[in-house]
């Protein structure tokens, strides 16, 4: 965490957020297939959307109303997310948001974050799902922690 930072404050910080998490969620090996080749996700469009999603969670002044669960649906028919793959996407958001924000904001979208991830892999592969990933002892492998002091 970065203790010397705002808290995010507003969609312009969530633009920042968004933008970096992307960035590094469509460059990572292990979930950016899911949105370059997969999905074919353009950044550009998406931004807005899903911008809209996180001030809503967070602030309650964005109008979204899309489902979130469709899309994660439809990657998961093509190629199955795995607990390993949303604990990915646990650790990037958390790197992404350490590394620009602290404080009560930051500390509920990291929070957020996790719960629509362990909702979307429950609903995915079930409510008996493995949770721990592959070769990991917990949903957010510990490999997060690296990740985290590196930002």
């Known amino acids: 965490m970065n203790r010397f930072a705002a808290d995010i404050s507003g ?41 809209d999603f996180w001030e809503r969670s967070l602030f309650r002044t964005a109008a979204y109303r899309r489902n979130a669960f469709a899309p994660h649906a439809a990657l998961h028919s093509v190629r199955a997310l795995t607990a390993a793959d949303f604990g990915r996407w646990v650790q990037l958001w958390h790197a992404t948001i350490d590394g620009l924000h602290s404080g009560p904001n930051a500390e509920r979208a990291k929070a957020q974050g996790e719960r629509i991830a362990l909702t979307l892999h429950r609903r995915l592969a079930g409510p008996d799902a493995d949770l721990r990933g592959e070769g990991t002892t917990g949903f957010v492998p510990l490999a997060a922690l690296e990740l985290r002091s590196a930002a």
Not at 33 to 51: K, M, N
């Open 11 to 51: 969609r312009a910080d969530l633009d920042i957020v968004l933008r970096r998490f992307y960035t590094a969620a469509f460059a990572d090996p292990r979930i950016g297939p899911y949105f370059t080749r997969i999905a074919g996700t353009d950044l550009e469009a998406h931004l807005p959307r899903i911008t």
